[in-house]
């Protein structure tokens, strides 16, 4: 287990060094997450599911204008806080994090690095071609009228949120742990299981599904009032790059 401070992603590009398969791990740099995205249906369980988690109840942040989707927010330590995400009434049609209309429970749907200069990384992720969206503009108004500002740089297959996205706030804009309530520390956050984030290292190479392996899935560790508390994400089967002859 990784500590709040220390945290090393497997970050999937595990590639099958023989058509046997043995693998090889290349990790990223530790990092601590901007928030954590807790998606749900309906805002107002997914509100009361985390104060039974927590002890703390999540305040309204305000609503995605053409996304479809809703907020609300918890603290969870320095510059740091979980996104309760839902659908908004309010709005027609849901544009973003699709997934949660169809949850039974609330479930981790992605999670945020921050980060700087969008676009230069956005181009880095393009030229090794891994396929990103943006950077994209987004902004909500909280219900004291502010309102904040962001980008983001998407992967385009986030491996059911197991893999994280980039967001830049804008320099105006204060970060929403600056007044989210709650006393809750983020413990500890990692992954289990292996998945893909880069292209095929070759033209010999081709993807595998690893029945046998610890599925893939997000897992965030957090201190609340009652003690620690687990949030998962959807388990997805593991992956890696075998070489050699389709079975």
């Not at 305040?59 to 979980?82: E, V, W």
């Not at 599925?215 to 508390?229: D, E, K, T, W």
């Amino acid at each position: 287990m990784l500590s709040r401070r220390s945290f090393l992603s497997v970050s999937g590009v595990a590639l099958a060094a023989s058509v046997a398969g043995s693998l090889e791990v290349m990790a990223v740099q530790p990092t601590e997450p901007d928030h954590v995205i807790l998606g749900c249906r309906d805002l107002d369980e997914g509100i009361a599911y985390m104060e039974r988690l927590s002890g703390y109840r999540a305040a309204f942040g305000g609503s995605h204008p053409g996304r479809g989707t809703r907020n609300a927010l918890l603290k969870l330590g320095y510059h740091s806080y979980l996104e309760i995400l839902a659908l908004d009434p309010a709005q027609p049609q849901l544009n973003w994090h699709k997934e949660i209309a169809a949850l039974e429970e609330p479930l981790l749907v992605g999670w945020a690095v921050p980060g700087k200069n969008l676009d230069h990384y956005a181009a880095n992720l393009r030229a090794k071609r891994i396929g990103c969206v943006g950077p994209t503009a987004g902004s909500r108004t909280k219900p004291n009228g502010e309102v904040l500002r962001w980008k983001t740089v998407m992967l385009e297959d986030d491996k059911a949120g197991i893999l994280p996205f980039y967001i830049e706030w804008a320099a105006d804009s204060p970060h929403p742990s600056s007044d989210a309530p709650g006393a809750c520390l983020l413990d500890r956050i990692y992954h289990t299981g292996q998945v893909i984030q880069t292209p095929a290292p070759g033209p010999d190479f081709h993807r595998m599904i690893m029945p046998d392996a610890p599925p893939a899935q997000l897992r965030v560790f957090i201190v609340g009032r009652f003690g620690v508390f687990e949030l998962k994400s959807r388990a997805i089967p593991s992956e890696a790059w075998s070489k050699g002859p389709l079975p």
